[in-house]
């Protein structure tokens, strides 16, 4: 199993709309969680950290679930640009070298 | 605003040469990481770096060094390319001792082929 999953996706959804993606870790004593975006050919850029309680950026909505160990990222109102590959960040450990990245999860959001 | 810059963007280089990638921080990060991207396989850590002189392997440090002379410079060396090392090179910085609670910040990326 791997240590951070994810839907690979691709999601494809019309402008709009509402998507959601989750994603789960294995290591229950993970202290902190990120989502990423990642255009084509570019470098991944922090959308977000991801708070126990919850947290809420414009459209972006992120959340933690510790007891089922998975964090979920919503967009609502989906726009053209949000089109990207979005990866989830997990520190598994008290070391930096312990940040795991998923794979990613692809969204296309068509006109 | 971080700015984690890469000495390149794209790269070419041929089989059993030597290759460095440089990498510079400009917000006093202690921690700085190497990692490559190859399609399906994500993000793989390959080194980290907690402090000056300090480093720590990560997950595929097979056929590279780094070298952390200065805080705010991490390079990559590839010591023999070979055509496995073809890929995105990213850069990233954190600041804060040992521990990853801070998000990264990434370099603009070096896209490296070895021929």
């Known amino acids: 199993r791997k240590e951070v999953e994810q839907d690979p996706g691709p999601f494809n959804v019309p402008e709009g709309a509402t998507v959601a993606f989750n994603c789960t870790y294995s290591?229950?004593?993970?202290?902190?969680f990120f989502w990423y975006r990642q255009d084509c050919r570019k470098e991944p850029k922090l959308l977000m950290s991801?708070?126990?309680s919850g947290n809420e950026d414009g459209r972006f909505t992120a959340q933690l679930n510790r007891a089922s160990q998975y964090i979920s990222l919503l967009i609502r109102d989906s726009k053209l640009s949000d089109s990207a590959t979005y990866l989830c960040?997990?520190?598994?450990?008290?070391?930096?070298?312990?940040?795991?990245f998923g794979s990613g999860t692809r969204l296309s959001i068509r006109p | 605003d971080v700015k984690v810059t890469q000495s390149s963007r794209y790269l070419v280089k041929r089989t059993g040469e030597k290759v460095f990638l440089e990498c510079v921080q400009d917000?006093?990060?202690?921690?700085m990481f190497w990692y490559r991207q190859d399609p399906g396989l994500g993000l793989r850590l390959i080194y980290f770096?907690?402090?000056?002189?300090?480093?720590e392997k990560g997950d595929i440090p097979e056929g590279y060094s780094v070298s952390r002379e200065k805080k705010e410079r991490f390079s990559l060396i590839l010591e023999s390319a070979s055509t496995n090392q073809t890929s995105m090179y990213l850069c990233?910085?954190?600041?804060?001792?040992?521990?990853?609670?801070?998000?990264?910040?990434f370099g603009d990326g070096t896209r490296l082929s070895i021929l």
């Open positions: 290591n229950s004593a993970s202290q902190s």
């Open positions: 917000m006093d990060h202690e921690n």
């Open positions: 991801v708070y126990s």
């Open positions: 770096s907690y402090d000056v002189k300090m480093k």
């Open positions: 990233a910085s954190n600041p804060g001792g040992g521990d990853g609670n801070q998000p990264q910040h």
């Open positions: 960040v997990v520190n598994m450990g008290s070391s930096a070298s312990k940040i795991i």
